[in-house]
């Protein structure tokens, strides 16, 4: 899913090519992408974009005459821009915004389509689609450490909770963990105030830092390799590669959904934290250290 550098890159990159700019016409090719019908598109066409913003993990057009059209990508969904109008054909491709400038079209890759069109109108009602996290990248130490006092949560969790936190999901909170040193399930609660400052520090370095790496792999164009796993990244989806600072091999925790990478030598102690699937499969037999999983995999 795209996160908040990467909906930053994408919002410059729009800003060059449709702020002032006219949208003629939005074509809607997959029935389960429009979220609201009381206002019709038509409402928004002929309107020409004042500002682009970003709503958590959204990215918000706005228009000339109150109305914003608000795009969430969720974990497929990628944005396209072309000099040539597209139409959708509603199996990859979902919508096309025809400006005169150019067009821009969302994909959306596999077969379970989340992405998702809001047409609201005035800000009341767009803030009614923001989840209410901080912003990270501004966040004084103080509220940050409110946020993360409000629920006690995994810091995993915590980095992840778009109530918390805005724009931070499961790549860049590996990312942002390894920096900090920290272990994925320990509590927010057991944060003492060094902890949190130094947390706050993690999140802002290393939301800063790839901001400006896909500022300099867009190098001007339209970003068009938005992926959750990247060459540079320290673990996250880097499950059995060495660790970039102590070499040993990342680890996982696998949900339904997604996985938690991390290293258990910079940020558990040396400690491997249990897989739900294998930890109910080896019950005692889950080795609780590197060290006993290399001696038992050398029994093999």
Not at 64 to 92: C, F, Q, T, Y
Not at 102 to 121: D, N, P, Y
Request: aromatic content about 4%.
């Amino acid at each position: 899913m795209p996160e908040l550098p990467d909906i930053t890159v994408y919002i410059e990159a729009l800003e060059q090519r449709i702020l002032h700019k006219t949208l003629g016409r939005v074509l809607i090719g997959g029935p389960s992408l429009l979220r609201t019908v009381e206002i019709p598109l038509s409402d928004a066409e002929g309107h020409v974009v004042t500002e682009l913003r970003r709503i958590g993990k959204r990215i918000a057009i706005g228009l000339d005459n109150e109305i914003w059209l608000v795009l969430h990508l969720m974990i497929a969904g990628r944005l396209h821009w072309s000099a040539k109008p597209k139409k959708p054909d509603g199996r990859r491709t979902l919508a096309a915004f025809l400006f005169d400038s150019g067009c821009l079209t969302l994909t959306e890759a596999g077969s379970r389509k989340r992405a998702a069109l809001h047409i609201v109108r005035r800000e009341e009602a767009l803030r009614a689609l923001d989840p209410g996290g901080i912003d990270m990248m501004n966040a004084p130490v103080e509220e940050f450490a409110r946020a993360l006092a409000s629920e006690n949560h995994t810091l995993k969790r915590a980095l992840t909770d778009p109530r918390l936190l805005s724009g931070i999901g499961n790549a860049y909170s590996d990312e942002i963990l390894h920096r900090a040193r920290m272990s994925p399930v320990k509590l927010t609660s057991r944060l003492n105030a060094e902890e949190i400052a130094a947390l706050r520090q993690a999140v802002q370095d290393t939301l800063h830092d790839w901001i400006e790496l896909l500022r300099k792999e867009a190098g001007g164009k339209f970003p068009e390799h938005v992926t959750a796993f990247r060459e540079g990244m320290a673990v996250h989806g880097r499950y059995g590669q060495p660790c970039p600072v102590c070499g040993s091999k990342i680890q996982r925790i696998r949900h339904p959904d997604n996985e938690t990478n991390y290293c258990a030598t910079c940020q558990t102690g040396g400690k491997l934290l249990a897989d739900r699937a294998l930890s109910r499969l080896l019950r005692e037999d889950w080795p609780r250290t590197l060290e006993e999983m290399e001696e038992r995999k050398a029994r093999l």
